[in-house]
């Protein structure tokens, strides 16, 4: 844009005589009536400058109404804000992302067209991103939205994740002014803001008046191409209008799939299966570049699919260089297909470029190196050679080379390629530090700020002691917010930040991240709400603290802000919005009851429902109750009031409404309310109630505008199931029975990770080989049934082909491994009966068969690649490649590693948890390999880990336990025996503070992890009250821990936090924690009501069984569902008639007379013990492997 310069220095001087308008008084403006009556003579001014200048139009101010709102939120900014808006030309770049969420929509409304023009051109991506969060909850008109769409484009990402939270009834009131006009989806400029600006507030219905044939000029012209959805409902909707306007994918050509291409995420997967191969070649690479945005997993398999259909012909070798760039991502996981590729295509720029930029786990990047490393003469054939230029090509395939050859790079190369690889991730923090040493960053001594800002992902190789060593001043927390650092690391930086701040956090604690969990108890408590930045509303929280952390700081919210009554106008949305997650972590069920049930509710709760999957079932309960007080669901009347900006607010919290409850909300909202109720969590709800609302989806199916009832339909087809989303754990053994051939395409790799009992898993399998014939032969196939081939007989599972399921071993293994994440997170909601011991025996059975199998697979497909015998031995790629797969090998296969492959492999054979045998066959081979235990270095201890677990308690006394970065590595492993913790905590306590427990430090408990639990009880007496209050959060998360160390804990907690428990505080119980279980009967049962809410289901279960029957059959009746469950049947016998009856009362199912039958599979008699005892008893005896 050409630039007026007179012009700008004129705008710099009327802004400079702004600035002295006070001392210098002018005559009043001429507007009509009294306005300029209203107007103080800073405005007055202001208007002026923008009557003279021609970056405004102020024929597009329709009256003085509007005039006067415009001025009225122009007049609190900043001189300086106005001043840059105006003098676009010069400092543009200096708008900060406050700046622009200080500036309201209707001033940029009044832009001139060349203004609006030089914004969209010149702002950048977070600029525009800021800008877009003004348009929510309606601050804009229509005309607004559309200058805002023209300045910032798609608005979606700002919206529906406002920095990663949804914000779906903000984006319902932004839309309201443009859907509530007749034709509106006719309208080009009103389809467009709608699905750029504001997408996430759009319903089905709003989708369904859209025109088809408008929507695709939009697409055709290339004003519209990528639009995200929030749920798969509105995508369907949105795929129909896609089909009506460019007709069945089976007749699309090049173009239309280029034009198409960043939806294709919206198409079911059997019309993704439709296009034809040879146009889907043409369009290969915008297929390609979408490709990473695909979240469903079954979609991103079926276009994978459709990309290598798209090849001309299966011979690798024959592929061009354009060809595979456009496949490198597909193909990290075809180490096959690799090897076929031709050596000059491999190595061709273009090829390597797009290597370097892909994103890979575990031994992925590995597949790429490896061939590279095998092109004879090449760049890429001798590490040792390697150029800086040639690491900047390969960038994150760097990791792919392996130990052995990352130690022989040569450090001018590294040192020359800096700049490129720094935010390169290794998942061997040793080899992060390989590279590490070769930058020539010198002395930790000498660090300064710009230095840690150029390690980039490479500070998580630095030891907590060269941490110590750095300057304070150079430590901040934004340098470490995004960093994963071990205990040790973080409590050292955490150590630096305080003292840079003369022993307070001060606003550091805004730009801790993650990091702020290093931050113990006492020092949260005394920051200030302006070290939070919580008196000024445009400030957001971005730390993600742990719920006693949060509790801490919201006590502190209270003092300054007041407790929420109706009275109290402080509590606002944005206000809460401004606490982040912090507000779903620590508001109290106490602070939710006190709420206002004014008109603001509903947005209030907004802010909450982001964070939804983070709260507890009583305080999702408590709101549902403060819901129930606004709308009383329970009168039809006063639930048809209950809107669409309401259910997209806080629909998710009604998942605790009844069936006539729901039925009382207008139709319309229900659908909504549905789709949200299946975004949910349901990890804190019983089986018996997500069958319940699964079945309340199914009777409510959007078909064609119509809500039919499908519960017994003869097939359940993928449309049945799209509103359905975490509902779907509800579904029955004869509903899976049922399942249509789309609706196992397109949920199947859903079904397969949930924490399903053996009985539904394997109905589940039966179902897809019914349907899928060449289930056994296609690659994509394995990988939508997922974990579910576990339950393949032997016969089965051995005829699928060795290359076949090589290929996708780590993705059915991470299908197994999200599978036990989501029963874990059950487990720790009190809801581990819901699957028996007898059940997770038989699934850990078939588990390491299936393990069993990838490992052979992928052995057999080495060997053929080193034109080898079948036999030949385990390689450390391999290991990698099979993740927690690892665990299925035998240990004859796990003793077949060669020196060089297992010391290569050492970091991640220490971070897996081995069963007893396994242990004992690596530890020999470690000493074999590596040496006698007394010469292991602190390297060898740092990569080694769970390995330790394989060695006898004398040998573990000759260990150099030297530095607390051991003690972080090895307490992060649960597989430790208490001897073994004893013995690993004597030889630390001897070897770093000469067997004085009177040094111990908070900072070494932190770093401690579960080796805290091998402290004797005499020794936990000794603790110093200092270190144990600064770590007392961490120590009450500790599992491993017996009766009477719990005991000694609890007694030191008293130490710290008074005698009398009825005092402490509610942000002290949750960090007191696990050690709850130590205090004695009488301390139990002086528990209040608000003080058993904040104890965790996990807490309970920990509590001894003589200590649990301390607790009153009142306080029993105190219980919420969860922690009802979460009581054991040993504690459940120690208890008397009355209270096990308030317990079965508080939802509790009866462990020590009942079966236990999960929804939709057969149950199997509850085992009359502890479900933690019976845990520890099973995984260290089942399945020793088999020579």
Known sequence: MTTNVGQAVGTIILMTAISSISAQPRPPVRLPGNFSDL???????????????????????????????????????????????????????????????????????????????????????????????????????????????????????????????????????????????????????????????????????????????????????????????????????????????????????SNTLQLLAPMLHLFDVGQLGTINATWAGAARSYIQQQLPNVQDPARKAALRRLLLRSLPGNNASAWTPNEVKSLVGPLRNAPKVIRQLDDATLQDPQVVDEIGRGSYSRGQAGNWMKRLLRIPNSNFSSPENYSSDTLRTLKNAIPGLGRRNIRVLPASAVQGAWDSINTVAFGNPEESRDIYKKGGFGNPSSFNGSTLERLGSFVVALRAKELNDIPHTAITGKLFKNVKLNRAQGKTVIKKILANNNGNLGPEIRDLGV???????????????????????????????????????????????????????????????????????????????????????????????????????????????????????????????????????????????????????????????IQQIGNSSMVSRKQSEIRRLFLFALRHVDINGTVTDRRNAISISSNDLLAVGNLLEGISKEEIGRLASDALQDFGDVLAKLPLEPVRHKEFLYRAYHHFTDLFSNSERLTTVGCA???????????????????????????????????????????????????????????????????DAISVSSAKRRKRAAAASLTCDQIKSLGDGATGLTTTTLDGMVEVEFEDCLGTIGGLAWNSSQLSTLANKAKTHIGAVNTWNESVLLQIGSVVGGLTTSEIGQLNITSNDIMANLGGHKVFSTSQLTAIFSQWLSTTKGGSIGSVTSSDLVSLGEIGCGMTSGQIASLPADSYGGAVTDIGSLTTCESVQLQAFAEKAKGVYGSDVTTWSLSTIPAVGNMIGGLPKSDLAKLSSSQIAVISPSSVEQIPPMSFAGFTSSQISYFNENQANAVTSQQQTSLGTDQLNNLLGAGATNKVISDTTPPGGSGSAQMKLSFSLLCIVVVSSILVKST
């Open 39 to 253: 107007l103080n003579s800073r405005e007055l001014a202001f208007i002026e400058l923008v009557k003279n200048s021609t970056y405004f139009d102020l024929g597009k101010v329709n009256s003085k109404v509007d005039s006067l709102r415009i001025l009225n939120r122009v007049a609190p900014l900043a001189q300086r804000t106005i001043g840059i808006l105006l003098n676009l030309t010069e400092q543009i770049g200096d708008l900060t992302p406050q700046d622009l969420h200080a500036i309201p929509v209707d001033l940029f409304r009044i832009l001139s067209n060349s203004a609006v023009n030089f914004l969209a051109n010149n702002l950048t991506t977070a600029q525009k991103n800021a800008l877009c969060q003004q348009v929510a909850g309606g601050k804009a008109n229509p005309e607004g939205l559309r200058v805002v769409q023209r300045v910032a484009g798609a608005c979606r990402d700002a919206l529906l994740t406002g920095g990663g939270r949804p914000q779906r009834g903000e984006a319902r009131g932004t839309l309201l002014g443009l859907i509530d006009q007749p034709n509106w989806g006719a309208n080009p400029d009103n389809l467009l803001i709608a699905l750029t600006v504001a997408p996430g507030g759009l319903t089905r219905d709003d989708i369904r008046n859209i025109n088809a044939s408008v929507l695709a000029d939009l697409i055709r012209q290339g004003n519209l191409s990528a639009v995200n959805l929030p749920n798969p409902s509105l995508g369907r909707a949105l795929q129909e209008k896609l089909l009506s306007g460019f007709g069945p994918p089976n007749t699309w050509d």
């Open 515 to 673: 990091q702020i969990q290093f931050v113990s108890l006492r020092q949260i408590k005394n920051i200030s709400i302006q070290d939070l930045g919580l008196d000024n509303e445009t400030i957001t929280l971005v730390i993600v603290p742990s719920r006693p952390q949060a509790m801490a700081i919201i006590e502190i919210f209270l003092l300054h802000f007041g407790d929420p009554s109706s009275t109290n106008t402080n509590y606002t949305s944005s206000l809460i919005t401004s606490l982040g997650t912090t507000a779903a972590l620590g508001f109290t069920e106490g602070i939710i009851s006190a709420l206002s049930t004014d008109s603001s509710l509903t947005t209030i709760l907004a802010a909450l429902a982001e964070y939804e999957h983070t709260m507890t079932l009583g305080q999702t309960k408590s709101i549902v109750a403060k819901l129930k007080e606004k709308f009383n669901f329970t009168d039809s009347s006063s639930a048809s009031t209950f809107s669409i900006t309401d259910a997209l607010n806080v629909g998710k919290f009604l998942k605790h409404l009844s069936d006539a409850e729901l039925l009382n909300i207008n139709e319309t909202v229900r659908l909504i309310v």
């Open 789 to 855: 081939l576990q339950w393949l007989n032997s016969t089965d599972l051995q005829s699928i082909n060795a290359d076949t399921i090589a290929t996708v071993c780590p993705d059915i293994i991470d299908s197994c491994v999200e599978k036990d994440k989501n029963l874990r997170k059950r487990d720790k909601n009190g809801l581990s009966y819901a699957v028996t011991l007898s059940e997770r025996y038989q699934e850990r059975t078939a588990r390491d068969k299936l393990y069993q199998k990838c490992g």
